[in-house]
């Protein structure tokens, strides 16, 4: 079949990718440092994710669903997999099948993995004060984990991307837990988590979010290297006279004569209208701003000021998470996963 090259492109950086972890790992102190790869390793591609991490010696992941963990077969040898959503009666098959551990999340699962499993590890997630995901604290503190193969008691914290006093509180209450509930080991920190000290580590941190270049608290700012570098090909440049308008609205109208250049990529690849008015691309090193709306996959840029830029060539987006963040109002998070499969994904 022949190939045919896409108009757009995210280029990944595999040396800044386990850089992160290794940072986030020595922020863990004793614990290990496992990684979310959820939601196709947050729109990297959980594969090659899984690939570079387990070659830096990352050896827990975990994925949401039984469809995610299906598709990274076959694991690499020494790599655990854990599959956050549990196990429901459609997933039963692939739990049994599969070599990735559920996370029991209610009593019902409890009972279906505690009838089917054989025996085998599982892990167990108790809420101590998200109400999401979860057994309730008396539910797993009174004898419903009983003769169960606990692997890895988990909880999620809530707020620890903010200095807030639910931080403690469940860090008691998972202490707590650790006392009165038998597992191999035990988990409560995120990537926020990380950050917020020696303390919420405990046997293993889970971090997702600054794996991959984000932001989850002021202690990680100036830590964390950019992994997503979106690009988009140049389709056409054009001149705009002064006192033309361009795209959707007539929302930008150009104040003198203008070059401008059109990209192919848009809001059907990830890339939103709350854009318009913040956002830019570079071309070696010169600057283009966003001008006009965002449309479905077409945006263009203000050129003037480039130089000999034109059809074919490429630009790199503006792309650093939490400045985006702050400028577009998306969550770091939204921004990762929100890239489109029309990206193509390329690791350098």
């Not at 167990?124 to 109400?131: E, K, R």
């Amino acid at each position: 079949m022949m190939a045919i090259p896409s108009p757009l492109r995210l280029r990944l950086d595999r040396d800044a990718l386990v850089a992160n972890w290794r940072w986030l790992a020595a922020q863990s102190g004793t614990a290990a440092c496992g990684a979310a790869i959820k939601a196709n390793g947050y729109g990297l591609g959980a594969r090659e994710v899984v690939r570079h991490l387990a070659a830096a010696g990352c050896r827990d992941f975990f994925v949401a669903t039984w469809a995610e963990a299906a598709a990274l077969m076959p694991l690499p040898e020494t790599v655990s997999l854990s599959v956050l959503h549990g196990i429901g009666v459609s997933d039963m098959v692939a739990a049994r099948t599969l070599p990735a551990r559920p996370v029991l999340n209610s009593i019902d699962q409890v009972a279906r993995w505690r009838e089917a499993g054989e025996g085998r590890p599982c892990d167990v997630m108790v809420d101590t004060g998200m109400n999401r995901l979860g057994l309730r604290i008396d539910e797993a503190g009174g004898g419903a984990l009983d003769g169960l193969n606990v692997e890895t008691l988990l909880s999620h914290l809530a707020s620890a991307d903010e200095d807030s006093d639910q931080n403690a509180r469940q860090l008691a209450a998972f202490r707590e837990l650790r006392r009165s509930v038998p597992a191999r080991r035990y988990s409560l920190s995120n990537s926020a988590g990380i950050c917020l000290g020696a303390d919420y580590a405990f046997d293993l941190t889970r971090p997702g979010l600054a794996l991959y270049g984000g932001t989850p608290r002021a202690e990680a700012r100036g830590h964390l290297r950019q992994v997503v570098h979106p690009e988009a090909l140049v389709l056409q440049r054009r001149t705009v006279r002064a006192g033309e308008t361009v795209g959707y609205g007539a929302a930008w109208i150009a104040q003198r004569d203008s070059r401008i250049v059109v990209a192919n990529m848009g809001y059907a690849d990830g890339y939103l209208r709350c854009h318009a008015g913040s956002g830019g691309a570079t071309w070696h090193g010169h600057v283009l701003p966003l001008i006009g709306r965002v449309s479905m996959d077409l945006v263009a840029f203000d050129a003037s000021d480039a130089g000999s830029i034109d059809e074919g060539d490429w630009l790199t987006l503006d792309y650093e998470l939490s400045a985006v963040s702050a400028a577009s109002g998306l969550s770091q998070y939204e921004l990762l996963t929100g890239l489109g499969a029309r990206f193509e994904r390329r690791w350098v």
